[in-house]
C-alpha cells in the first residue's frame, strides 16, 4: 500500500506559530537536529511544488546546525518491511516502506 497523494500547501510563516508556553532558549552545545523520515518513499506523494519550500527551509537549518556545531541525526525506514516489523507506524499509516 502506498501513501496517499498531498497537495502543494502554503508553510507557516514566524507569524502563524503560537508564541511558546516557557521562557527557555535553546543551548546550541546541547542541541540536536532530527531529520527524520525524509527518504523518497516518504517525500514521494508531496508534489513538487510543495517539497521547494520543505526542502529549502530544512536545508537553512542543516546549515545552521552545521554552522554551529550542532549534531545532526537522521532517520530511516529500512526497505520492504512487514507490517509486523513497521509496528505501530503501520497500524498509524497503513503503509509498509519500499526500497527506493
Do not use: K
Not at 13 to 37: K, Q, S, T
Amino acid at each position: 500500500m502506498s501513501l496517499p497523494r498531498i497537495d502543494a500547501y502554503p508553510l507557516p510563516c514566524a507569524g502563524d506559530i503560537p508564541r511558546g508556553r516557557v521562557a527557555w532558549r535553546p543551548e546550541p552545545d546541547r542541541a540536536a537536529l532530527l531529520v527524520h523520515d525524509m527518504q523518497r518513499y516518504f517525500l514521494a506523494p508531496f508534489e513538487p511544488a510543495a517539497l521547494r519550500g520543505l526542502l529549502r527551509n530544512i536545508a537553512s537549518v542543516l546549515r545552521e546546525c552545521r554552522a554551529r556545531s550542532i549534531p545532526v541525526f537522521y532517520t530511516a525506514q529500512p526497505g520492504r518491511q512487514s507490517a509486523r516489523e513497521r509496528g505501530p507506524a503501520h497500524r498509524v499509516s497503513g503503509a509498509t516502506a519500499s526500497a527506493r
